[in-house]
């Protein structure tokens, strides 16, 4: 393989990365809310084939793009009126949710099935494009990659530099207590959902208008990105830096998986396209191993040097959930 | 600013927890509020701080009636209130709790606040790192967080709700010397407590709260008897157990180790004979905690041995010691000791059927009905352990406890819980080392572990003492010793030197 090519499939990366990127900053942002939004698999391929057919039927790219995060605002919308306002268990809900919008997408999206479509035209950004490796890997792509790139930050911005953000912090870890700090923690857990819910959607028509244009039905190959972007939530500790660092990694599996494909003849193909699943799930429980009750105890038998560094690593990788993630609150 | 409560009524469901309240509390005074658990203390000051409505009465400071729409709604109209459990946020950082909720545009200036976390903390002698994260904190420390943060957001009436519980003696005394100087400086401080000595110690007024009604008020000096009557409703002595006749070694620790990533302690040795009570004391996290779980197999020691009855049961699980006859007793009644959900019937079917696949409705009635009997628990056998006093809870586990055991650890035996409660429970303690049990806890009450261990270990500065008799301490030295004063005297010269690491946090 030659430097360009390898230039090339990273800048593609970048872009298979994005709508994962919407996606889990989306979660990340209802969870540190203290809400779990469990339909963002289903959303995403609502939204796909929502989006999709929108954009076709109408012509119009970003009517697409408006009815994604539409479907995404409503269906996280429901869940906050059932465990917010019902109170019902979001766990159950958001599973439901997750199953229906996933069924309701191939059943509408039928008439839609391999039909061409618009696409997102590339926008090569002049001057920043020319800078050496960074300006092919970053800056010549369409508008929403740059939009995810700049969510990243603005997020991360605002969930650890306003003072709204530490609000939403103080939400998910200890409602009660950001209740007696002056928030209306209904009404804020509403808005960081549906907001939350509107990212998820908008990964929808990122991909069927973008990164993986058009509407096959069942082989699309969305179905399972929305239970990584929840894996992502997690991996990244809530933080929607470190969960877009997980999105790249995952989008990169993905890559890799096709690389190797020519130089492993006799691992089916299939077992190379589902390898990054399981192996965002094994980085995952090794984020988390230092939790353990075998790990400590392990731990506890090591020699002082090792046992240091080791519990050391563990400690810097391992997350806590915002304590009050999925717990309903009562003001009284 | 004067506060007046008038014909406060609060109901919920069935139970009447505030009949009638009025009280009037001038500015620039400490007002006790004393009271048995579920007196309706909690109650009361939830509702002056915004956090519950009455459903009748009113409320005036200064004279004018005022209505609270929420927590925030009542600090803005200057009362704040310190929660038992400090009402912040562990993982963040002391300044961004310390900002999280001001008032201010979208970003918060953390220059300004930093300067007034600092010389606000500066006036009353609190040192807060506004870096730290709270989570690294002491209790006693996230209340200073708190007291500073109120003070900031110009809180004039401060209300403390059994700030007391879980602070060392030397955090104890630093609170005191600050609500005296609040008070000095005008501020109303309303202080909630069920400890006697408290209300003697700093408040100059108290106000006596008997199962939702207002039985009475007090000014200092206070004839405590009085007030012991009026919290019962009848007199009760503390008074020292007889001694318990000791038996052969029930769990012998040999040059025990255990560390966490800010502490490491070494070289504990000790013998624990049948009968025999040794209490932990120590600052919070000083790792008296650690010592004990490794003692029980619920953590691996680090190094050294732990034998019990003879066997060595180094590294083996929790469950070995308890099939061999310990049982643990954490602090945190409702994550650690209960199920919240399940029904006194079903904890004790849980503990006492041994046999068969189905749970025998009638026997587990029956059993329920004598565990509440015997431990003279408050509730039915169907009601949920989470619907429990603390009291009651604890009561609860001692029921759950087989009869036959050799050794229980405990946390905080009586955190939380009232006098009566407390002399109770420790009386069925007594009765299980008379029956041939050690008992091994942990309390940051200097009071509880004077009056019944027979030997005290004190930590300081991740170092352990040898085995104090109790009867050579008092409150006073015991306190100076948890905060260091002396402490090098009383450490086993013969064990290794245990050190903390640099990067204690």
Same mark, same amino acid.
């Given at each position: ?332 | ?270 013998? &624990? %004979? ?10 919070? $996290?000083?790792? +008296?905690? @650690? /010592? #004990?779980? =490794? ?81 003279? &628990? %408050? ?10 006093? $603390?009291?009651? +809870?604890? @009561? /609860? #586990?001692? =029921? ?81 010793? &948890? ?20 990067? =204690?946090?």
């Amino acid at each position: 393989m030659t430097w360009d090519t390898i230039l090339t499939g990273l800048a593609g990366v970048v872009a298979m990365a994005t709508p994962v990127v919407f996606a889990t900053l989306g979660e990340t942002l209802t969870e540190r809310a203290g809400v779990i939004n469990l339909s963002v698999n289903g959303t995403i391929l609502l939204a796909a084939m929502g989006g999709f057919a929108a954009a076709l039927t109408t012509d119009n790219l970003w009517l697409g793009f408006g009815v994604g995060m539409l479907i995404g605002g409503v269906v996280a919308a429901l869940l906050a009126f059932t465990s917010l306002s019902l109170k019902q268990s979001q766990i159950a809900v958001g599973f439901v949710l997750a199953l229906l919008t996933r069924d309701l997408a191939y059943y509408l999206g039928n008439p839609f099935v391999g039909k061409q479509g618009p696409r997102v035209p590339v926008m090569t950004l002049p001057g920043l494009s020319r800078i050496p490796v960074l300006g092919a890997l970053l800056f010549d792509h369409d508008p929403l990659t740059y939009l995810s790139i700049v969510l990243i930050f603005v997020t991360w911005f605002w969930v650890y530099k306003t003072r709204p953000g530490l609000i939403l912090q103080g939400l998910g870890e200890r409602p009660a207590a950001a209740y007696a700090r002056g928030a209306n923690v209904r009404l804020q857990r509403y808005v960081y959902t549906i907001l939350g819910g509107m990212l998820v959607g908008l990964a929808g028509p990122t991909y069927s208008l973008s990164v993986k244009a058009g509407w096959k039905g069942t082989i699309s190959g969305l179905d399972g990105i929305g239970w990584i972007a929840l894996a992502l939530t997690i991996f990244g500790a809530w933080n929607p830096l470190r969960g877009a660092v997980g999105a790249y990694l995952f989008a990169l599996l993905q890559w890799l998986s096709l690389v190797v494909q020519p130089y492993l003849p006799d691992v089916p193909t299939q077992v190379l396209q589902v390898a990054p699943f399981p192996l965002m799930i094994l980085t995952l429980l090794l984020v988390n191993i230092g939790n353990t009750e075998w790990m400590k105890r392990t731990l506890a038998g090591l020699p002082p040097d090792a046992r240091h560094t080791v519990a050391r690593i563990l400690r810097a990788m391992q997350v806590t959930p915002p304590a009050g993630l999925g717990r309903a609150f009562e003001e009284e | 600013m004067q506060v007046e409560l008038r014909n406060i009524h609060k109901f919920f469901g069935p139970v009447h927890a505030n009949r009638g309240i009025t009280l009037t509390i001038p500015a620039g005074t400490i007002q006790g509020l004393l009271g048995e658990n579920g007196a309706g203390k909690s109650t009361l000051m939830k509702i002056l701080s915004g956090f519950i409505r009455p459903d009748q009465g009113e409320i005036r400071l200064d004279g004018q009636s005022v209505t609270f729409h929420s927590p925030a709604d009542a600090l803005a109209q200057g009362i704040g209130m310190l929660h038992q459990d400090p009402l912040d946020f562990p993982p963040m950082r002391v300044l961004d709790n310390f900002v999280t909720g001001s008032p201010g545009g979208l970003l918060p200036d953390r220059e300004d606040a930093r300067q007034a976390l600092l010389s606000i903390s500066q006036q009353f002698g609190f040192s807060l790192d506004p870096d730290a994260y709270v989570d690294t904190l002491t209790v006693g420390e996230r209340q200073q967080l708190e007291i500073v943060r109120l003070l900031w957001l110009g809180a004039r009436v401060l209300i403390f709700d059994e700030p007391t519980t879980g602070i060392s003696a030397q955090q104890r005394q630093k609170l005191f010397a600050a609500l005296r100087r609040l008070a000095d400086e005008g501020r109303t401080i309303i202080f909630v407590t069920h400890k006697l000595e408290e209300v003697q110690a700093l408040c100059h007024r108290v106000a006596v709260l008997r199962a939702g009604e207002l039985v009475g008020t007090a000014d200092a000096p206070y004839d405590l008897d009085r007030l012991v009557e009026m919290m019962f409703g009848k007199v009760i002595s503390v008074g020292r157990a007889d001694p318990v006749p000791l038996g052969e070694t029930v769990l012998a620790l040999e040059d025990l180790a255990v560390e966490d990533h800010r502490l490491n302690i070494r070289g504990v040795t000790l013998n &624990i %004979r049948a009968g025999e009570v040794v209490g932990l004391a120590g600052m919070e $996290g000083s790792g +008296q905690r @650690r /010592l #004990l779980r =490794a003692a029980a197999g619920l953590i691996r020691p680090t190094g050294g041995r732990v034998r019990f009855l003879g066997r060595d049961m180094t590294g083996r699980p929790y469950l070995d010691f308890h099939r061999a006859g310990a049982a643990y007793i954490p602090a945190d009644r409702m994550t650690e000791g209960l199920f919240p959900d399940l029904t006194i019937a079903e904890h004790v079917a849980l503990a006492r059927q041994r046999v068969g696949f189905f749970l025998r409705a009638e026997a587990m009635r029956a059993w329920a009905q004598e565990a509440i009997r015997h431990f003279s &628990i %408050r509730g039915r056998p169907e009601t949920p352990a989470r619907a429990l006093s $603390g009291g009651n +809870q604890q @009561r /609860l #586990l001692l =029921a759950l406890m087989r009869p036959d055991l050799r050794l229980i650890f405990m946390e905080h035996p009586t955190r939380g819980l009232d006098l009566e409660s407390a002399l109770w429970i420790w009386g069925q303690l007594k009765n299980r080392c008379r029956q041939g049990a050690a008992l091994f806890f942990m309390s940051s009450d200097l009071e509880e572990l004077l009056n019944y261990s027979d030997r005290v270990l004190v930590f300081f500065g991740g170092r352990v003492s040898r085995p104090l008799p109790a009867t050579e301490l008092d409150v006073e030295k015991l306190g100076q010793l &948890i905060g260091g004063y002396g402490f090098d005297r009383v450490v086993n010269t013969a064990a290794p030197a245990a050190h903390t690491e640099g990067e =204690a946090a």
